[in-house]
């Protein structure tokens, strides 16, 4: 079954900084990884789709990387801004178990003007 | 092209009564998925759809839950004899067969 990771679980950076957020999952046999941010009381936006034959994904300032062999999966965040404030969930899914996502917990993100 | 509503968007029910949740996928999308949301959980899968057929269900609980998806009109989730322990963010997504998106959510309340 797959398992997913996020760390850190929270986050408080300062407007303007560059940062990472941190996705592991156990197995490397994935069909797809999805990004998403979640605010609160809300549903789930999607913010990059990385299938498993690419190794990155670009979208404005955020770029997704994937690495299979290590079940490692990144984001990045150019020049934050306290409009990038929200919950970033990681999703996984695999061929063998209907595509359904397997998420992690999330990393509750805070920008601070 | 609108995208994967759900209705309602907030339901009370009382412990033992039933409760509907509906489901429209984006135009031209033929696969639903179900979530569900726990406070402080994550989302866990729940039930995947394809019109007039369940294709996975191993994440919903055996007893007191259902779902559909007809060949017309909306995904329903359907939860009999609610709980409390049923209150949570139930989760509609829809995929013309890779990408996943999703919708508000439907917030149950179970008093």
């Known amino acids: 079954k797959q398992e997913v990771t996020q760390i850190p679980a929270a986050l408080s950076v300062p407007e303007g900084e560059n940062l990472v957020l941190n996705c592991s999952f156990t197995?490397?046999?994935?069909?797809?990884l999805q990004w998403f941010r979640q605010d609160p009381g809300k549903g789930l936006t999607s913010l990059l789709l990385?299938?498993?034959?690419?190794r990155e994904q670009t979208s404005g300032r955020l770029n997704a990387s994937l690495d299979k062999s290590s079940g490692r999966s990144t984001l990045y965040i150019a020049a934050s801004q306290p409009g990038d404030s929200a919950t970033y969930l990681c999703?996984?899914?695999?061929?063998?178990?209907?595509?359904?996502?397997?998420f992690g917990k999330g990393t509750s993100l805070l920008v601070t003007p | 092209n609108a995208g994967v509503m759900q209705n309602p968007r907030h339901l009370v029910r009382r412990r033992g009564q039933e409760a509907r949740l509906r489901c429209s996928p984006m135009?031209?999308?033929?696969?639903v998925y179900w979530y569900r949301q726990l406070p402080e959980e994550g989302l866990k899968f729940m039930v995947y759809?394809?019109?007039?057929?369940?294709?996975?269900e191993s994440g919903m609980p055996k007893e007191r839950f259902s779902a559909e998806f007809p060949k017309e009109g909306p995904s329903i989730l359907r939860i009999q004899q609610v709980v409390r322990g049923d209150s949570a963010a139930y989760f509609c997504?829809?995929?013309?067969?890779?990408?996943?998106?999703f919708g508000p959510g439907t917030r149950l309340t179970v008093t």
């Open positions: 990385i299938q498993s034959s690419q």
């Open positions: 135009k031209g999308h033929s696969h």
């Open positions: 999703a996984a899914s695999n061929s063998n178990s209907g595509y359904a996502l397997n």
């Open positions: 197995d490397s046999a994935i069909y797809n």
């Open positions: 759809l394809q019109k007039e057929n369940i294709i996975d």
């Open positions: 997504a829809s995929s013309p067969g890779d990408e996943q998106y």
